[in-house]
Every structure is written in C-alpha cells, then in structure tokens.
C-alpha cells in the first residue's frame, strides 16, 4: 500500500540521517536551531546574567565598611559655657549662642544583618532564572512559525514532483497522438488537447514556484542563513508514540521559578525580623570648640558595638505570610488553568491526526482503483479502442487522487509535529 511504503520510506530516511545533516539537505530540527539563535531574542539570555553578576557584587559591597560624613554650620544654642569664677558673678555658668561648624564621621560594619545579604543574592539568581525562562517562553513560538514554513515547502515538493510524473505521462501521450496524426489516424483536435493539458500542469508548476520561493525566503530571514532555490529538506522522521509524551513546555519552567521567587522574597520578610548587628566609630568636630573653664572641647569620639531591631517587621510578618501563600496560589491556578488549555488543545490534534490516517487509507485504495482504469484506458487508448479525451480525464482522476494523499500525507506529518509541539517535546 502506498501509506506503508511512505512509512517505509521515511524509516529508510532515519537510518541514514540519524537526525543529523546530510550533505546538500536540511531538516526541521536544524531549522529550529537556527531559527532560535538567529533571533533577536537570544541575547537577553547575557543581558540577563549580567544583570544579575552586577546585583549579586552590589550585595556582597554591604559587609564592606560604609561611611559617612555630614558637616553642619549654624547657630548652635544651649551649649553652656563655663567660666572662672568671679565675686560678682552668682552662677559659674551660662548658656551661649554661637555659630558653630560640626563635623559628623560615622563608620559602620556590619557583622550580622539577620541574612538579608544572602536573601538578596538568592532572589538575584532566583530573577535570572524567572527571566530566562520568560526569554524561553517567547522563543518556543518560534517553533510553530518555522514548523508552517518547513511543511509547506515539503507539501509544494511532493506536488510538483507529482506534477511532473503527470506531465511525464502527457508527454508520453503527446508522442504517441504525434505520431498517430502523422499517419493520418489522429486529429488536430487531439494535439491541441494534450497541450492544454500540459499547460494547465505548467501554470500549476509556475504557481508552486513561487509559492516555495516565497516559503523559502521567509525560512532564510528566520534562520538568518541564506537557503537556495535548490536546497533539500528531508522529512522528519516520526520516531516517537504520542500516547507517550509527558507535557514539557517551558511555561511550566516559568510557573516554577515564579514559585521560587516568591518563597525566596517571603523569607527575605522574615529575615527583617531579626536584630543587625555591627561595629561603629562615630567621631564629632565642634570649630570653635566649647569652653569649660580653661578647657576647650572641639571633638568627641564614640566606638562600639552596635545593635538596631525594627519592630514594624514583626508586626507585618503575619499578613507577609498569607500574602505569599496569596501569591502562590495564584500562580498554582496559572498553571492548572495551562495545563487544562494544552490538554484541550492536545485532545483536538489527537482527533486530527486520526483524521488524516483515515483520510491517507481512503486515498490509498482511491489511487488503487483510479490507477487501474487509467491504465486500462491507456492501453484501450494504445490500441485505438478508447479517445483521447477519455484517458485525459482518467489521468486528471488519477492526479487528484494521488494529490490528495500528498496534502493528507503532509498535514498528518504537521499535526503529529503540531502535538510534539503543543506537549513541548
């Protein structure tokens, strides 16, 4: 039967191919390759992991000693200012306004910062991955585009060939009707026939053309590597069963990041609920500096441990808490309400491809039956029983019959790589 030896043939196809290139041919999977490192795309996957080498060294800058330094000028009131004393005098001291300079210098190192530091890396690689796995998203849809291209362009390669083994067959004809006409035994009539005939094929052929040059042209701008007229696709070679195939696409990679993301930012929260502590010098300037009696005091330096808790962390860990679980069940939902989607959409093509088996043995037994009265028309034909026109009309049958498995043949490859696609396999 004509599907078998098309499985034969395809089968015959992966024991030389073996999924790689063969000189002068291209397959589906490398075309997929191409088109995914070709894409623009591509390149957030550097931009990314720089984005997060950059955060991370930023992190790690927080157990560096950090310091700072605030300068004030102004009037300065309240101060005492302490004197000798004096008989007259009935108090050894009194308040004085003056315009001071102070100079403030505060460093601080942190020693514990209740894990806020790591918590901060780990969200850093836990965005990366959220946003690669987003970039992969997006690049996964590249894969239906080159997939109607690549099919297409097998579709219009069986149908010429078909077309010009029918062409073939009117030339054979034309020969024969020549030579009749010659004798005097044929008609003009039956010449003029043949070549309507065959001009018809010729328009058929010239619309193909450009219909594969176009294919071809869009596949070379999603590739970005430039195909020829004359480059070979091989058919890809169907080695796997359905039934089998688990769902794998990368949004499911996107829901679990997602996940990740939002328990690393959860204990984040709770890593504020937890005391820092560090070192600190903490050194003060006073120009002009501060009588007391003889003494005059123009610095005070402070160093020491230092112990800061926020409370307000405490009071939010609660609702910090639920807002979490808020936000994983959402994406919980995202994800069943995917998978629900793929399911539906996997169970449509299952129909499909079932459709197209049923549809290819049909035609099957309709070139079986078509062929032989158009063979027996052929030799009625040869032997001067049958006209001319009558055996056109059978090879034309003959034609549509085996076209029909051709497109049958091609959407059934592209519904099984529909389903392959869907699945993410």
């Given at each position: 039967?004509?599907?078998?030896?098309?499985?034969?043939?395809?089968?015959?196809?992966?024991a030389v191919v073996s999924g790689s290139?063969?000189?002068?041919?291209?397959?589906?999977?490398?075309?997929?390759?191409?088109?995914?490192?070709?894409?623009?795309?591509?390149?957030?996957?550097?931009?990314?992991?720089?984005?997060?080498?950059?955060?991370?060294?930023?992190?790690?800058?927080?157990?560096?000693?950090?310091?700072?330094?605030?300068?004030?000028?102004?009037?300065?009131?309240?101060?005492?200012?302490?004197?000798?004393?004096?008989?007259?005098?009935?108090?050894?001291?009194?308040?004085?306004?003056?315009?001071?300079?102070?100079?403030?210098?505060?460093?601080?190192?942190?020693?514990?910062?209740?894990?806020?530091?790591?918590?901060?890396?780990?969200?850093?690689?836990?965005?990366?991955?959220?946003?690669?796995?987003?970039?992969?998203?997006?690049?996964?849809?590249?894969?239906?585009?080159?997939?109607?291209?690549?099919?297409?362009?097998?579709?219009?390669?069986?149908?010429?060939?078909?077309?010009?083994?029918?062409?073939?067959?009117?030339?054979?004809?034309?020969?024969?009707?020549?030579?009749?006409?010659?004798?005097?035994?044929?008609?003009?009539?039956?010449?003029?026939?043949?070549?309507?005939?065959?001009?018809?094929?010729?328009?058929?052929?010239?619309?193909?053309?450009?219909?594969?040059?176009?294919?071809?042209?869009?596949?070379?701008?999603?590739?970005?590597?430039?195909?020829?007229?004359?480059?070979?696709?091989?058919?890809?070679?169907?080695?796997?069963?359905?039934?089998?195939?688990?769902?794998?696409?990368?949004?499911?990679?996107?829901?679990?990041?997602?996940?990740?993301?939002?328990?690393?930012?959860?204990?984040?929260?709770?890593?504020?609920?937890?005391?820092?502590?560090?070192?600190?010098?903490?050194?003060?300037?006073?120009?002009?500096?501060?009588?007391?009696?003889?003494?005059?005091?123009?610095?005070?330096?402070?160093?020491?441990?230092?112990?800061?808790?926020?409370?307000?962390?405490?009071?939010?860990?609660?609702?910090?808490?639920?807002l979490g679980e808020v936000n994983l069940?959402?994406?919980?939902?995202?994800?069943?309400?995917?998978?629900?989607?793929?399911?539906?959409?996997?169970?449509?093509?299952?129909?499909?491809?079932?459709?197209?088996?049923?549809?290819?043995?049909?035609?099957?037994?309709?070139?079986?039956?078509?062929?032989?009265?158009?063979?027996?028309?052929?030799?009625?034909?040869?032997?001067?029983?049958?006209?001319?026109?009558?055996?056109?009309?059978?090879?034309?049958?003959?034609?549509?019959?085996?076209?029909?498995?051709i497109v049958h043949e091609i959407q059934?490859?592209?519904?099984?790589?529909?389903?392959?696609?869907?699945?993410?396999?």
């Amino acid at each position: 039967m004509i599907f078998r030896k098309t499985s034969l043939l395809i089968l015959l196809v992966s024991a030389v191919v073996s999924g790689s290139e063969v000189y002068g041919q291209m397959t589906l999977e490398q075309c997929h390759e191409k088109a995914r490192n070709n894409y623009p795309l591509i390149r957030q996957f550097d931009l990314i992991e720089q984005s997060k080498d950059f955060t991370v060294s930023n992190a790690n800058k927080n157990y560096l000693p950090q310091l700072s330094v605030t300068a004030i000028g102004g009037i300065v009131d309240g101060f005492p200012s302490i004197g000798p004393s004096t008989p007259t005098s009935s108090t050894s001291s009194s308040s004085s306004t003056d315009v001071k300079l102070i100079s403030i210098v505060q460093l601080n190192q942190v020693i514990w910062d209740g894990g806020i530091t790591k918590s901060v890396k780990e969200i850093s690689e836990i965005n990366a991955k959220v946003e690669r796995a987003d970039v992969e998203v997006s690049l996964y849809t590249l894969k239906s585009r080159v997939n109607n291209l690549f099919f297409g362009i097998l579709l219009i390669d069986e149908q010429k060939a078909q077309l010009e083994f029918v062409k073939g067959t009117l030339r054979q004809n034309l020969n024969i009707a020549t030579a009749a006409y010659q004798n005097g035994v044929a008609y003009q009539s039956d010449l003029d026939e043949i070549n309507v005939e065959l001009l018809n094929l010729e328009q058929q052929l010239t619309e193909l053309e450009y219909n594969r040059s176009a294919f071809v042209g869009m596949l070379s701008l999603l590739t970005g590597e430039e195909i020829t007229e004359d480059q070979e696709f091989t058919p890809p070679v169907l080695t796997e069963e359905l039934s089998s195939l688990e769902i794998k696409r990368p949004e499911l990679d996107l829901f679990s990041s997602q996940e990740e993301l939002i328990e690393s930012q959860t204990k984040m929260k709770r890593s504020g609920i937890y005391p820092k502590l560090g070192l600190m010098g903490l050194g003060t300037f006073i120009q002009p500096g501060i009588s007391f009696g003889q003494e005059e005091m123009n610095q005070l330096l402070v160093a020491g441990l230092s112990l800061s808790w926020e409370l307000g962390s405490i009071y939010r860990r609660s609702n910090d808490k639920k807002l979490g679980e808020v936000n994983l069940n959402k994406i919980d939902n995202r994800r069943e309400t995917f998978l629900f989607s793929t399911r539906l959409e996997l169970t449509r093509v299952e129909q499909d491809i079932e459709k197209y088996k049923a549809l290819m043995e049909r035609d099957e037994q309709l070139i079986k039956l078509k062929t032989s009265i158009k063979n027996s028309y052929q030799s009625q034909y040869d032997n001067g029983v049958a006209r001319l026109s009558d055996l056109l009309i059978r090879i034309n049958d003959e034609n549509m019959a085996r076209q029909s498995f051709i497109v049958h043949e091609i959407q059934y490859l592209m519904a099984v790589y529909e389903y392959k696609t869907t699945s993410g396999n």
